[in-house]
């Protein structure tokens, strides 16, 4: 599932791929996307975040993007989640950075109401008990 949203010659994407109950979410845009941090998170558990090296020294700032979308659809989520985010855009502008929050919490509406709609009716795993080892 793919949702995107535009504001001041920009636009943001956010895209939902699911793996049996867990959901791998990219946030991509801008004139050059690109993979900037690594969020992840359940229903149960803190959100935590990698910031990839980015010029002179930086860490990129994606995760401001990935952890707004997170907090929005924590509550229903049915497995683990793993964002990245990666939005870049050449020369922005004041107004751009202002709108990229905005733009996040749009998409991470979308997504909750997207998960709140959805079956994730995926087998449950099988494991060993204590008293078994594989044969």
Known sequence: MKFSVTQENYTMNLEVFVIGKDLFVTITGGDTPHIGTVTTLTKNTDI????YPSHDGRFHKDD?????VAKIIQSDLPGSCTITAGVHVNHIS???????SQMAKKLGEDLKD???QTDFDAPEPIYYSDSENPQ
Do not use: G
Request: proline share 0%; net charge positive.
């Open 114 to 116: 997207w998960l709140q």
């Open 48 to 51: 935590q975040t990698i910031r």
């Open 64 to 68: 401001v993007l990935a952890v707004r």
């Open 94 to 100: 004041k107004k751009q950075i202002a709108v990229s």
